[in-house]
Nanobody, 112 residues
Framework: QVQLVESGGGLVQAGGSLRLSCAASENTYNMAWYRQAPGNERELVAQIILGGTTNYADSVKGRFTISRDSAKNTAFLQMNSLKPEDTAVYYC?????????WGQGTQVTVSS
């Protein structure tokens, strides 16, 4: 079973930046960040696979950057130019042998 622990959320003003971290208990092929705002479904924000290929939601392209340190089994989400609509709980995710694993989530709040 893979354990994921997120950190780095908080309160920031619009236009500011935050960096989220996700520490995994073991190395995995892919890591991703999702977010869920109140009343909304959980949505994919960004994902990265072991070779470095990345994928982003259109709403965050050019503002967010996902990266990973495979040696430390850690993924990062650098969030710049934050907007109030980025406010959500952000979850780290990985899939291993067809099973999805989730972190506990970290709150990101962007004030206008």
């Amino acid at each position: 079973q893979v354990q994921l622990v997120e950190s780095g959320g908080g309160l920031v003003q619009a236009g500011g930046s935050l960096r989220l971290s996700c520490a995994a208990s073991e190395n995995t092929y892919n890591m991703a960040w999702y977010r869920q705002a109140p009343g909304n479904e959980r949505e994919l924000v960004a994902q990265i696979i072991l070779g470095g290929t990345t994928n982003y939601a259109d709403s965050v392209k050019g503002r967010f950057t996902i990266s990973r340190d495979s040696a430390k089994n850690t993924a990062f989400l650098q969030m710049n130019s934050l907007k109030p609509e980025d406010t959500a709980v952000y979850y780290c995710n990985t899939v291993r042998r067809g099973v999805a694993y989730w972190g506990q989530g970290t709150q990101v709040t962007v004030s206008s």
